[in-house]
């Protein structure tokens, strides 16, 4: 195993090997997403090592989440083990994976300098938060107690929330699972986001109404991106109050077929809903939804306006400019029930 990549990363490789051999596999697969495919070379080289007869497929494919598991490739190569990399398990799976399935988290490793813990001082001083609710996203779980610690020795109270779902770990949030932040709402001044990107951050900022901050252990920063949240909020609300002036009298509703992305409970809300309002609806599945996919539909039928059920953050990161309205289904009740007061998301 080298390369500095691998190396930067915390990997269970023990669980790992222990599960294939636990399960008597032969074959495996590995799905990774992009930003981590680099350690499928270390994985299947360490694999390999220590099991050489294993045979592994890599799914070249993307990925962005545990809630994305390529069903159509497992089924076509038929594994005895899958291993999915960079996540834990998504809480809202609703199709059964009929093979059996390790996650293996890839942990960022880095610590809290004193030169970041100023850094960001500096900035909660901006905004007079002395309380401090710490989320994440899973590869840096383990830096929030530390983070915790170190802002305590400067006389800042830091909190650490437990998601709903107890496949989460304490702090993790997802891009469409925000209940570790939202336990500690009223105990907090603000919030830091320990992720790269904005992403997160960008989530949380639609439903809270607090300062939102970033700090990447990447770039070594801690930003507060309150201009690009002006501008996402600004841009929802002016879709949703154009559409609640407007007559709707056609949706399409885009439905995932991942295994966590295919939700069924809420597309049948979504159209009763529907129904209750008299608009007429077309149902259409999608593994990944790109503009061009969008494009021919609209062609073909010109809706009114789409609502994707899939990954709610489609409307907001990749269709938020998009010619015809393209929302999430929180935004849809938000319209239809007549509830703008407050940002409901994502469902
Ligand atoms: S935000 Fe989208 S990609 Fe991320 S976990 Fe949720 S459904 Fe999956």
Redesign the pocket.
């Known amino acids: 195993m080298s390369g500095s990549f691998c190396e930067s990363y915390e990997v269970d490789y023990q669980a790992l090997i222990n599960t294939i051999q636990e399960k008597n596999a032969s074959t495996v697969f590995i799905q990774a997403p992009d930003g981590l495919k680099k350690l499928y070379k270390c994985i299947g080289e360490h694999i390999i090592d220590k099991l050489p007869s294993i045979k592994i497929y890599y799914s070249a494919s993307p990925s ?5 598991i390529p069903l159509e490739e497992i089924e076509a190569v038929k594994p005895d083990l899958v291993i999915h990399i960079g996540h834990n398990k ?1 809480p809202f799976l609703s199709r059964e994976i009929n093979y059996d399935i390790i996650y293996l988290p890839a942990y960022y490793k880095w610590k809290p300098t004193n030169d970041i813990i100023n850094m960001l001082i500096n900035e909660l001083k901006k905004y007079n938060a002395e309380k401090i609710g710490l989320v994440t996203s899973i590869q840096h779980v383990h830096s929030l107690k530390e983070i915790a610690e170190k802002l305590g020795e400067h006389g800042y109270i830091a909190y650490i929330g437990k998601p709903t779902y107890n496949v989460m770990m304490p702090g993790q949030i ?4 925000y209940s570790a932040a939202l336990k500690i709402y009223s105990k907090v001044d603000a919030y830091l986001v320990v992720a790269g990107g904005i992403f997160h951050a960008l ?1 949380l900022s639609l439903i809270v109404d607090k300062p939102v901050l970033i700090l990447d252990p990447y770039r070594l920063q801690v930003t507060y991106p309150s201009s690009d949240i002006k501008r996402l909020k600004a841009k929802r609300y002016y879709i949703l109050s154009k559409l609640r002036n407007e007559v709707i009298r056609n949706v399409g509703v885009i439905i995932g077929s991942r295994p ?2 295919y939700r069924p409970t809420l597309i049948k809300y979504i159209e009763n809903l529907l129904g209750e309002h008299g608009i007429k609806y077309y149902l259409f599945t999608s593994t990944y939804l790109s503009r061009e996919q969008l494009i021919s539909i609209d062609n073909a039928y010109n809706l009114d306006l789409y609502v994707i059920t ?4 489609l409307p907001i990161d990749d269709f938020n400019d998009f010619y015809k309205p393209v929302i999430t289904p929180g935004e849809l009740v938000m319209i239809l029930k007549n509830i703008m007061e407050k940002y409901v998301y994502p469902w």
Request: overall charge negative; proline content about 6%; aromatic content about 12%.
């Open positions: 962005f989440g545990a809630c994305d998504y997802l891009g469409c699972e989530g966590g992305q899939s990954c709610p953050r």
